[in-house]
């Protein structure tokens, strides 16, 4: 049999998995989940450390950039030409957009999240900015309120499965010491909200009606349209370098969770000649894994067995397996519902309360609008840097960071209601969008830690699909609370402390411990 990976570290003396702990402090305590899953697991995780960081991996932290991109430019996209729309169109309940673009959101956390378990990665990877791009280009062609708000239902179904998706593959392939890079990720998410901003200023900001006109036509309102191909052909871009000039293995966890030892240990040896390095890892040494009388179920039979169980909420039951792995399953589920709620209650409707708001102060040009929501857009770089740092201090770590930034995302909130001028507005909302930036970068880094590979995409899904339900919710409320006023404000400040507060009570650290 050829050495283990974890064998190795006996013959030199040490315990197996010091340089990572792997097997004594992974993110989820022994004896959690299936034995044998948790045995190979380890195997898998000490032979990507041992690949280490290498040209695989930085090729895919880019194409998986695109994910985290889309996955912020779209409900930017939506609130950015929410005015222009509602200026043209006078629709009586404008926040029907939001609420089909959240309904498509739902809908693409589901299918994709708990798809991906089901059918793999590869093709949920490849598809969801595909179906993105196609469907935001073609809105720029809508005649109606009605049909621009099934457009975005649509786009909203491809933009939905980036992050459950893109974030399961990626911790998959990555070595236990550069799971922080899952929080450097959300440096893309920030920047396509600043180049979403920065286009949006000439074409939305010069080429649509200004808030106070009275005959908004099509002619003097093109500059929405002209936005919404912009960034079809953006997001077209990048899932043709996605698709076309990247090689994209499936998740060896997600294979040998699937019983395809053979093909997992294929694709780790793939990713090493990749990184111009070696394996040694090999099929005996997943076998050794097994016990005696151990039934690996890889047949063609098997496999719709599973597909069937799948759907039969098994990948769901192994996330509430024991009373502490429930708690942190339904506490996460409760954190991205609090915050599905509370973000696009104030996000989604920004533009259209700065302009309202700035009209109220004497300037709330469409320039000055979209000039502001650009400065605001660019304070959010640094915040998924810092969320970067913050994860990694001792004592602090994921739990500490996410905490902290939820809670003064909540409190900047409920300074903006001080303002009395633009100006002042403008900073609190900078503030605003640092530290929800902060929060966003470790949320999606901290939560896709917690749960298992083979149960990855099922618990991705949960707490997406939390987020998007009560996504929905949001402009529900805005429907029935006055925009012009401060309650939605409160609300949304309300949601994020006790999210912030919830965090504070999650049973898991990752830091410095890999994922199983």
Request: aromatic share 12%.
């Amino acid at each position: 049999m050829a050495e283990s990976p974890t064998q190795k570290g006996n013959e030199n003396g040490e315990h197996p998995g010091d340089d990572l702990a792997i097997e004594d402090v992974s993110t989820i305590p022994k004896g959690t989940i299936d034995p044998v899953y948790e045995a190979k697991a380890i195997v898998l995780n000490r032979a990507i450390q041992d690949i280490g960081m290498g040209w695989y991996q930085w090729q895919l932290f880019i194409v998986v950039g695109f994910g985290w991109a889309s996955d912020n430019l779209w409900p930017i996209v939506t609130s950015l030409i929410f005015t222009p729309i509602l200026n043209e169109f006078h629709p009586t309940r404008g926040p029907l957009l939001s609420l089909a673009q959240n309904i498509g959101l739902l809908a693409g956390a589901m299918f994709w999240g708990f798809g991906c378990d089901i059918f793999g990665r590869r093709w949920a990877f490849n598809l969801t900015l595909g179906l993105t791009a196609v469907w935001g280009m073609i809105a720029a062609s809508a005649p109606n309120f009605a049909a621009i708000g099934v457009f975005a239902a649509f786009w909203s179904f491809g933009v939905g499965g980036n992050l459950p998706v893109d974030s399961a593959i990626f911790l998959e392939f990555l070595p236990g010491s550069h799971q922080y890079l899952l929080t450097i990720l959300s440096i893309d998410w920030a920047v396509a909200q600043v180049i979403a901003n920065l286009i949006a200023w000439p074409l939305l900001g010069y080429r649509t009606c200004q808030q106070t006109d009275t005959d908004c036509t099509r002619s003097k309102n093109m500059g929405w349209r002209y936005f919404m191909i912009a960034m079809g052909g953006l997001t077209l871009i990048m899932f043709i370098l996605r698709f076309f000039c990247f090689t994209i293995f499936e998740s060896p966890k997600y294979l040998m969770g699937k019983g395809l030892d053979e093909e997992a240990v294929r694709v780790v040896h793939e990713v090493a000649r990749r990184n111009k390095k070696t394996s040694s890892l090999s099929v005996e040494d997943l076998k050794a894994c097994e016990p005696d009388g151990y039934v690996s179920r890889a047949t063609a039979s098997d496999a719709v067995k599973r597909k069937l169980e799948a759907v039969n909420l098994n990948h769901v039951r192994s996330l509430f397996a024991t009373p502490k792995l429930a708690y942190s399953t339904g506490a996460l589920m409760l954190v991205w519902a609090f915050i599905g709620l509370g973000y696009p209650l104030y996000n989604a409707f920004l533009p259209y309360i700065q302009s309202t708001r700035g009209v109220d102060f004497g300037d709330g040009s469409t320039y000055i609008t979209y000039r502001n929501s650009l400065i605001i857009a660019v304070l959010g770089v640094p915040g998924a840097l810092i969320g970067g740092v913050l994860v990694e201090l001792p004592h602090f770590g994921r739990r500490g960071a996410l905490s902290l930034s939820t809670i003064l995302t909540g409190v900047f909130l409920y300074c903006s209601t001080t303002a009395t001028n633009s100006s002042s507005l403008l900073g609190w909302n900078c503030a605003y969008n640092f530290t929800s930036n902060v929060m966003y970068a470790v949320l999606y880094a901290f939560t896709p830690e917690l749960f298992p590979t083979k149960d990855r995409g099922t618990g991705n899904a949960l707490t997406a699909t939390s987020n998007r339900i009560f996504g929905i919710m949001a402009p529900i409320v805005a429907m029935f609370a006055n925009l012009q006023t401060a309650a939605p404000v409160y609300t949304s400040g309300a949601l994020f402390i006790a999210a912030g507060l919830l965090v504070g009570t999650l049973p898991f650290e990752s830091r410095g411990k890999a994922s199983l």
